[in-house]
C-alpha cells in the first residue's frame, strides 16, 4: 500500500485488490490546479505507471469541491514569466490530462461540487464519471481571456464537438442532469451515495479480465479525437500558453483579481 503525506497536493493510496485512489489535495484552495499539482499528478502517474497488477483508479477532490479549474493566481504569476516557461506549464498539464486519458486501466472520476475548468477536462479524460446530484461544471477558459487548447481533444471524445461548441463559447454553468444529458457523466446520485456508486463500478471491473480490457481501451482510443500525434500536441500546447500571454488574458485575469466585469475590447 502506498500513502503519502497528508500534506501533499495529490494523494495515493493502493489497495491489495490493485485499485488506485488519486485525490487532488488543495481543499483550501478548491482543489484548483497550480505548478505543484500537476507536478504531483504526474508522479502520481508514474508510480501507477510502475505498479504491478495495478486494475483501476479512482480519481476524487478532496473537500467540498472536485476541482475547480486553475488557480488563477497562478495562471497570472505564470503568465508574467518567459514564453519558455509558460509553454514548460502547458505541457506538464497537457501530458498529465493525456496521460490518465491513456492509462491501461480504467479510470473512474467521482465528482463533487464545483467542476470548472480543467476538472471538465479530467473527468473527459476518464472512462467513467459518477457525479453527486450538487455538482456544477462550466468550461470556463474564455471566461478570463483563456483557451481550453489542452483538453479540447479529450471534450470533444466526451460530449462531441456540437456541446463543446455551445460550452466552451459560453462558459455559462450547467448542473449535474445537463451534463449526464450531454455524455460529460454517466451517472448522477445523491451526495452521500457517490462512494457506494463508485465502489459498484470498479466491483464491475474487478470481474472481468484485465488484458481484455486494456485491449478494448486501446481499440476504443484508436479513432478517438484525444489520439494526436506530436505535432498537433505541440501545437495546442503552445495555442494554450500564448493564449495565456495575451492581452485579452490580462484583462480577463485582472478582472478576476479585482472582482470586475472585464473590458473587452
Known amino acids: 500500500m502506498t500513502k503519502p503525506e497528508a ?6 493510496e493502493v489497495d491489495d485488490r490493485g485499485v488506485a485512489q488519486v485525490s487532488l489535495n488543495r481543499p483550501d484552495r478548491n ?13 502520481a502517474l508514474d508510480v501507477l505507471e ?10 476524487r477532490g478532496r473537500g467540498r469541491h472536485f476541482q475547480a479549474g ?7 504569476a505564470i503568465r508574467k ?25 480504467p479510470t473512474i472520476a467521482l465528482v463533487q461540487g464545483a467542476c470548472f475548468g480543467g476538472g471538465t477536462g479530467i473527468l473527459a479524460a476518464c472512462d467513467v464519471v459518477i457525479a453527486a446530484d ?6 470556463a477558459e474564455v471566461r478570463w481571456g483563456l483557451t481550453a487548447a489542452i483538453i479540447i481533444p479529450q471534450l470533444n471524445d466526451a460530449v462531441g464537438v456540437r456541446q463543446v461548441r455551445r460550452y ?29 456508486a463508485g465502489a459498484r463500478i470498479v466491483e464491475a471491473i474487478l470481474r472481468n479480465g484485465p488484458d481484455a480490457i486494456a485491449q478494448t481501451k486501446a481499440l476504443a482510443l484508436e479513432s478517438a479525437w484525444a489520439r494526436i500525434d506530436a505535432g498537433r500536441f505541440d501545437s495546442l500546447v503552445e495555442r494554450h500558453a500564448a493564449k495565456r500571454q495575451s492581452a485579452e488574458a490580462a484583462e480577463g485575469l485582472a478582472s478576476f483579481a479585482e472582482k470586475r466585469a472585464a473590458k473587452w475590447t
Request: net charge negative; charged share 25%; no cysteine.
Open 7 to 12: 500534506a501533499a497536493p495529490v494523494l495515493l
Open 31 to 43: 482543489n484548483a490546479y497550480d505548478g505543484d499539482l500537476v507536478q504531483a499528478l504526474l508522479g
Open 50 to 59: 510502475r505498479t504491478p497488477r495495478l486494475r483501476a483508479v479512482v480519481v
Open 70 to 76: 486553475a488557480d488563477l493566481k497562478w495562471i497570472d
Open 81 to 105: 514569466a518567459s514564453a519558455q516557461d509558460n509553454i514548460r506549464a502547458s505541457r506538464a498539464t497537457a501530458e498529465a490530462i493525456a496521460r490518465l486519458n491513456a492509462a491501461p486501466v
Open 134 to 139: 450538487n455538482a456544477q461544471f462550466s468550461i
Open 168 to 196: 466552451a463559447l459560453t462558459g455559462e454553468r450547467f448542473d449535474a442532469a445537463e451534463a449526464r444529458r450531454i455524455g460529460l457523466v454517466h451517472d448522477v446520485v445523491p451526495a452521500d451515495r457517490l462512494d457506494a
